[in-house]
T-cell receptor
Framework: DAGITQSPRHKVTETGTPVTLRCHQT?????MYWYRQDPGHGLRLIHY???????DKGEVSDGYSVSRSKTEDFLLTLESATSSQTSVYFC??????????????FGEGSWLTVV | GIQVEQSPPDLILQEGANSTLRCNFS?????LQWFHQNPWGQLINLFY???GTKQNGRLSATTVATERYSLLYISSSQTTDSGVYFC???????????FGEGTQLTVNP
């Protein structure tokens, strides 16, 4: 199993509150990703990182920000949570053949409910 | 961007049966992966297969890049094979993996 830990695993929060999800890896992989999974939409990329302090937007980045101050940690922040951000969030990592040139491995997911 | 379509959307099998899942993609790809999501939500990478054929136990995959499709074969299915199978592809000129909507597989005892 890839050494990826997501926290929290489950969270219920109120509309308008900030929320931060953490992804921690022990593999020293360069590339890290945040996806969300929703019925009817499959998995969609939110943001990804190709190194410390190097991040880029995915296809559904509005309302989300990320930070990567250490190789092992990639944080996803919802500045002001909305009900449309209720979802399952997956962190993923991949080795160093370029962000999309290699196998990616997923964490176990974080279930977020915004009420 | 690239379109990734999986078929069938749902598949129900008896234990021991064989099955083939298909993934069609709309452009040339340099990354094609298959994943299994188990009933507890865990996503497991099965194959990284932008071209050619690979086998891992009862599972095998073939990607024919020139014809823009990939196939996942499951032989002698077991109840633990149940879950959703996703295909994901990145077009050669693209910047991210795009996932299909998956095939929901149910294997009954």
């Amino acid at each position: 199993d890839a050494g990826i830990t997501q926290s929290p695993r489950h969270k219920v929060t109120e509309t308008g509150t900030p929320v931060t999800l953490r992804c921690h890896q022990t593999e020293n992989h360069r590339y890290m990703y945040w996806y969300r999974q929703d019925p009817g939409h499959g998995l969609r990329l939110i943001h990804y990182s190709y190194g410390v302090k190097d991040t880029d937007k995915g296809e559904v980045s509005d309302g989300y920000s990320v930070s990567r101050s250490k190789t092992e940690d990639f944080l996803l922040t919802l500045e002001s949570a909305t009900s449309s951000q209720t979802s399952v969030y997956f962190c993923a990592i991949s080795e160093s053949k370029g962000p999309w040139g290699n196998t990616i491995y997923f964490g176990e997911g974080s279930w977020l409910t915004v009420v | 961007g690239i379109q990734v379509e999986q078929s069938p959307p749902d598949l129900i099998l008896q234990e021991g049966a064989n099955s083939t899942l298909r993934c069609n993609f709309s452009d040339s790809v340099n990354n094609l992966q298959w994943f299994h999501q188990n009933p507890w939500g865990q996503l497991i990478n099965l194959f990284y297969i932008p071209s050619g054929t690979k086998q891992n136990g009862r599972l095998s995959a073939t990607t024919v890049a020139t014809e823009r499709y990939s196939l996942l074969y499951i032989s002698s299915s077991q109840t633990t094979d149940s879950g959703v199978y996703f295909c994901a592809a990145k077009e050669t000129s693209g910047s991210r993996l795009t996932f299909g909507e998956g095939t929901q597989l149910t294997v009954n005892p």
